[in-house]
């Protein structure tokens, strides 16, 4: 058995001093609970409270004692039955001594009873979470650390604290639900949610692909921070990852439209679009390499069975045109709205390096057609294309290695640009300054 807390022994030694007159029952329960013997405590609690039902200082004890039963229990999770127990029975005397014409000494110390608990409950997870010889103690640390917190919310359900640092450690385990769960107890306890729980909130929501709940959050939040761009982010991205692509354009036009000098509103459109470019790039890329399987097989193939798979491979040629024409159409409104954003703030680095990899992923477009075509002509005109591309790449990359020339990611993707252009000297340059 563990030392009995030091709850325990204030609850008890407090009331020693003011109790002039204590039924033998009580006094046995003080005295069991004084010594640690918490299961006498709780059994003799139980007559004290049959003896008298309505006095309330029976359903005290009982909560004091299922309290350090929890405390003193090594299974960390199996404290919570006892925790709430001991919170439910001390609501009950509270209740009873609020009635009472006559109240005990005890009822000053029930408000009193959870906060030590709650704390040690609370500091043992942050300790497990934060110090790496204690979580060592642990074949399982992360999930101790959630049994604290549990335990911690249970005592004290109104604790953002307590909350805020579950759910932070329901995220760290991968936990995305649980993360998201807790984290909305937060939101819910806040009288008024700063930028950082907002953000926290959102992110939560689209990680877990609650996208409605992210849309409605993102938009409280553009209203409360207006001034915020990344909640216009978070709610255009809402509405993309919903397929709802014209929706999640005309929200940041409609921004661009009364703030046509703000680079960051130009930015988040030309990324934002960007986004659905890359998906969509996905699916025309499994397209060609079908397309290019395709007419290879029909030139071992004559008559009906020829037609059909003619017929076949033009309807596949159709899609491939119409979702092409897309990516196309997405890629230069990126391209335009990234380009007007170094325009209007051309100190930016990361823009610069957004505009570049907008770039180098459209030539890498054409690339894959190269490669997924038997006509020799048709490769050479494609990796021309290609290659004119990646320069306009290769341009916004430098400029962006001139802001911030530290910056090694920058540099690793001038030297993959470099040798596919044949810039053998500049590579070089360009791998050294990147670290490869």
Same mark, same amino acid.
């Given at each position: 058995?563990?030392?009995?807390?030091?709850?325990?022994?204030?609850?008890?030694?407090?009331?020693?001093?003011g109790?002039?007159?204590?039924?033998?029952?009580?006094?046995?329960?003080?005295?069991?609970?004084?010594s640690?013997?918490?299961?006498?405590?709780?059994?003799?609690?139980?007559?004290?409270?049959?003896?008298?039902?309505?006095?309330?200082?029976?359903?005290?004890?009982?909560?004091?004692?299922?309290?350090?039963?929890g405390?003193?229990?090594?299974?960390?999770a199996?404290?919570?039955?006892?925790?709430?127990?001991?919170?439910?029975?001390?609501?009950?005397?509270?209740?009873?001594?609020?009635?009472?014409?006559?109240?005990?000494?005890?009822?000053?110390?029930?408000?009193?009873?959870?906060?030590?608990?709650?704390?040690?409950?609370?500091?043992?997870?942050?300790?497990?979470?934060?110090?790496?010889?204690?979580?060592?103690?642990?074949?399982?640390?992360?999930?101790?650390?959630?049994?604290?917190?549990?335990?911690?919310?249970?005592?004290?359900?109104?604790?953002?604290?307590s909350?805020?640092?579950?759910?932070?450690?329901?995220?760290?385990?991968?936990?995305?639900? @649980?993360?998201?769960?807790?984290?909305?107890?937060?939101?819910?306890?806040?009288?008024?949610?700063?930028?950082?729980?907002?953000?926290?909130?959102?992110?939560?929501?689209?990680?877990?692909?609650r996208?409605?709940?992210?849309?409605?959050?993102?938009?409280?939040?553009?209203?409360?921070?207006?001034?915020?761009?990344?909640?216009?982010?978070?709610?255009?991205?809402?509405?993309?990852?919903?397929?709802?692509?014209?929706?999640?354009?005309?929200?940041?036009?409609?921004?661009?439209?009364?703030?046509?000098?703000?680079?960051?509103?130009?930015?988040?459109?030309?990324?934002?679009?960007?986004?659905?470019?890359?998906?969509?790039?996905?699916?025309i890329?499994?397209?060609y390499?079908e397309?290019?399987?395709?007419?290879?097989?029909?030139? @071992?193939?004559?008559?009906?069975?020829? @037609?059909?798979?003619?017929?076949?491979?033009?309807?596949?040629?159709?899609?491939?045109?119409?979702?092409?024409?897309?990516?196309?159409?997405?890629?230069?409104?990126?391209?335009?709205?990234?380009?007007?954003?170094?325009?209007?703030?051309?100190?930016?680095?990361?823009?610069?390096?957004?505009?570049?990899?907008?770039?180098?992923?459209?030539?890498?477009?054409?690339?894959?057609?190269?490669?997924?075509?038997?006509?020799?002509?048709?490769?050479d005109?494609?990796?021309?294309?290609?290659?004119?591309?990646?320069?306009?790449?290769?341009?916004?990359?430098?400029q962006?290695?001139?802001l911030?020339?530290?910056?090694?990611?920058?540099?690793?993707?001038?030297f993959?640009?470099?040798?596919?252009?044949?810039?053998?000297?500049k590579?070089?340059?360009?791998?050294?300054?990147?670290?490869i």
């Amino acid at each position: 058995m563990k030392p009995f807390s030091l709850l325990s022994t204030l609850a008890v030694a407090i009331l020693f001093v003011g109790c002039t007159s204590v039924s033998p029952l009580v006094k046995e329960t003080q005295d069991n609970i004084d010594s640690g013997n918490y299961e006498a405590a709780l059994a003799s609690a139980e007559l004290a409270i049959e003896e008298n039902p309505t006095s309330g200082v029976g359903q005290y004890y009982k909560a004091v004692a299922l309290g350090s039963l929890g405390q003193d229990s090594e299974d960390v999770a199996a404290r919570r039955g006892y925790y709430a127990d001991a919170l439910s029975t001390m609501e009950e005397a509270k209740s009873l001594f609020s009635a009472a014409e006559d109240v005990p000494d005890e009822a000053d110390n029930a408000d009193n009873f959870i906060r030590p608990i709650w704390a040690d409950e609370h500091n043992s997870a942050v300790e497990i979470l934060t110090v790496d010889s204690i979580a060592a103690s642990y074949a399982d640390p992360n999930q101790v650390a959630v049994d604290h917190l549990l335990n911690a919310t249970t005592l004290a359900p109104d604790s953002v604290i307590s909350y805020n640092v579950l759910s932070s450690a329901y995220y760290r385990v991968g936990d995305i639900e @649980s993360a998201t769960t807790a984290y909305e107890w937060v939101m819910e306890l806040l009288p008024t949610p700063d930028v950082d729980d907002y953000n926290y909130m959102i992110n939560l929501y689209l990680a877990s692909q609650r996208f409605e709940n992210a849309r409605d959050l993102a938009t409280e939040a553009q209203s409360a921070f207006p001034t915020d761009e990344r909640f216009i982010q978070y709610l255009a991205d809402s509405y993309l990852q919903t397929g709802e692509t014209d929706k999640a354009i005309e929200i940041v036009e409609d921004l661009i439209a009364s703030d046509p000098t703000n680079p960051q509103y130009r930015l988040v459109l030309g990324t934002q679009v960007y986004q659905t470019v890359t998906e969509l790039t996905d699916q025309i890329s499994e397209m060609y390499v079908e397309l290019y399987d395709q007419s290879q097989a029909l030139r @071992s193939l004559s008559g009906s069975e020829k @037609s059909d798979a003619e017929a076949t491979l033009a309807e596949l040629q159709a899609e491939a045109d119409a979702l092409e024409a897309d990516i196309v159409g997405y890629t230069d409104l990126a391209i335009e709205q990234v380009t007007r954003a170094t325009e209007l703030d051309p100190s930016s680095a990361n823009t610069f390096n957004i505009l570049g990899v907008i770039y180098q992923n459209k030539s890498a477009l054409y690339f894959d057609k190269r490669n997924n075509t038997a006509d020799y002509d048709l490769a050479d005109e494609y990796d021309a294309q290609a290659r004119e591309i990646l320069d306009m790449a290769r341009v916004a990359y430098e400029q962006a290695t001139k802001l911030d020339e530290g910056n090694p990611e920058y540099w690793q993707s001038l030297f993959q640009i470099y040798t596919t252009l044949n810039m053998p000297e500049k590579a070089q340059e360009a791998m050294e300054k990147a670290g490869i």
